[in-house]
Structures are given as C-alpha cells and as structure tokens.
C-alpha cells in the first residue's frame, strides 16, 4: 500500500476551495480500523464547518473534512475484533474537531462508529446514510420511543433528516404525516406519509385532518424556528416534540400546558465527546437490517462529484438544488 494519500484540506474558514494535497497515510491505533474510502457524503454540517458558521464543531485547521463516508477496511488495529480486512464498512466518522474527514483516500476511523454496508447498496449510496439515519433513530427512537400505531409528524418530510424519518417511522408501524412545499408533495407520498403542503393548511387544519383534533403522539422538527414553534402546540397530552434542529429561543408554554416532553438531537456529539459511539455501530447495523429488507432507501442526488469537484458538491448542497442527498466519489 502506498505510504501516502491524496486528501483534500480546509486550510482557512470561509474558503470556497480545499486545497488537493498528498499526506501520510494515518496507521490504525488501538480500537480504529484504517479505510480506503471509496464515497464521501455531504451533509449541511459540512458546509458551515467550511464557512466557520459550526462553532461547537470546528476542527482545527489545516484540516481534511467530511462526515459520512463508505470504504473498505485494508487494516485493523489493535483490539478490533468485529471487523476484518475486505469488509465493507460506513459510518458517521469524521471532519469534527480533530478527527480525519473522508475527503482522502484513507481515514483511520474508530470502529465503534462504524458497520458492515447493506449488501444491496452501492458504496455511494451507503455513504448517503449514516448521519440522516442516525439523526432520525436518536429522535425518534432513543428520545421519543415510537410505537407501532402511534401518530407522527415529520416537520419537512422531503429533507435530509426529513426523508429518513419518514421511512423509519413507517418501517416501525407509525402512522406517518409530513410537511412540505407543494413540489416535495409527491416525494412525501412516495416516501410512504401522508403529503400536507405547509402552503395551504394551518397547523390546526393538520391536527384535525389527522389525529382528529387530538394532536401527535410524536412531532419531529427537522427545520427549527418558526416551524418548530408551531409544533410545540401540535402533541397530543403528553406527546413528544423531537427536534434536530432546536437553535433558537422558544417559548415553551403551549408544550408545557400539554405535559409534553421536549428533547433535542444533536448527532455529532458521540464524535465530539467520545461518548457512545457504539450505540451509533449498533444503530447502524439496525439501518443495515432495514435497508436489505426494503425498509429504508437512501435517496441520493443523480449528480457524481470526484474530489476535485468538491466545492460544487457542497455549493449543491449549500443553495438547495440537491436532491436531498450529495455524493462525492473519493475514489
């Protein structure tokens, strides 16, 4: 194997460019298996890594950034015992703080953060999964403790997040509404919720078009402010408002006079902190099940962006003309 790797690296905040650069190839250390990346996916975070607009995420620069990533494993470190050299592997695992990105042709990931890809995806579309997936289970599942036959709303449906809420609320017998423009109505559907075009209905309109005034057992904003607002009124009596997106100020009156619980998803944490990172294997291997089941389908833009074409990749993602999930071939 070559002792060097082409990388691309953030060497100033608020750059529209990386710099393509050749570095060592990092060695497996205990708990980290080293990957040959082959997709890396782009997820907002990136971008305003890039912009300096991420403070609580920030990697110190020079830095090779991205977040999601598929590869192979071409080495094992000490202690890893749940991976071997040829497996096929995605994850959430990088271009936080100081962690090695999977814009590079190898990164040395910890393995708990890691699981074997779905059989039945390509390498780019795994790499469109970890964060969105994650995102959604630790919302939905791990905050609000979905059951089958309970009603949710999912707060912009068509998005990253959006999207995977969905599909995972249906894979776990919800039944599930969601919003969107009048353009994403179509996606929603197809996507397995029931479409509401934000446009045209109020908030009251959709309590009662679909719980029957009752409000949700669950709501789960995935665009904050003003949206997330108007779901704090939205439960039902001790329901459950989830949200990734929780940045603002907010007054929580109408959500306390329904005794519901509020709680907050912030993905990169485990990252960040060290704290359980394999809880997020574990659900990654969940997603695994779902997705060769035909549970869950990631879905990705049509565009193919190679490394050196990085910057449009996140220029795709940063003016909303992707659809819904960017790709960049590392190799």
């Known amino acids: 194997m070559n002792q060097t790797m082409t990388a691309l690296v953030l060497e100033n905040f608020s750059d529209d460019k990386f710099a393509r650069k050749e570095l060592p190839v990092p060695q497996p250390q205990a708990g980290q298996v080293l990957v040959r990346v082959h997709a890396s996916g782009v997820n907002p975070i ?37 991976f071997r050299v040829g497996d096929e592997v995605y994850g959430l695992t990088g271009g936080v703080r100081g962690l090695q990105g999977s814009l590079a042709e190898f990164i040395a990931a910890d393995a708990d953060l890691l ?17 969105t997936f994650l995102t959604a289970w ?33 894979a776990l017998g919800a039944k599930v509404a969601a919003t969107g423009c009048t353009a994403d109505q179509e996606l929603i559907t197809t996507l397995g919720a029931f479409p509401l075009d934000y446009t045209k209905v109020s908030t009251q309109d959709i309590i009662e078009q679909c719980t029957d005034g009752e409000g949700f057992d669950i709501v ?17 009596y001790y329901g459950h408002i989830t949200s990734c997106a929780a940045f603002g100020d907010h007054n929580l009156a109408t959500s306390s006079l329904r005794c519901a619980t509020l709680s907050g998803v912030f993905i990169l944490l485990p990252m960040l902190t060290g704290e359980r990172r394999a809880h997020h294997g574990e659900v990654l291997k969940t ?45």
């Not at 300096?52 to 090779?64: D, K, R, S």
């Not at 789960?220 to 039902?236: E, F, H, I």
């Open 46 to 82: 990136d971008y305003k890594i890039r912009l300096g607009e991420a403070p609580y995420a920030m990697p110190q620069l020079p830095a090779v950034q991205g977040t999601d990533m598929a590869g192979e494993v071409v080495a094992v470190g000490e202690g890893v015992t749940q």
């Open 115 to 131: 699981a074997i890809k779905p059989r039945n995806l390509s390498m780019r579309e795994a790499a469109a999964l970890p964060l």
């Open 138 to 170: 630790s919302g939905l599942v791990d905050n609000a403790n979905v059951q089958a036959g309970q009603h949710v709303l999912v707060q912009g449906g068509a998005g990253g997040v959006g999207n995977m809420v969905v599909q995972l609320a249906n």
């Open 220 to 236: 789960y904003d995935t665009v904050g402010g003003p949206v997330l607002d108007a779901s704090l009124s939205m439960t039902r």
């Open 287 to 331: 997603a695994t099940r779902l997705v060769e089941k035909g549970k869950i389908r990631p879905v990705v833009d049509a565009r193919h962006f190679s490394l050196d074409q990085a910057i449009d990749a996140h220029h795709a993602v940063q003016d909303g003309s992707a659809s819904i999930k960017v790709v960049i071939d590392v190799i």
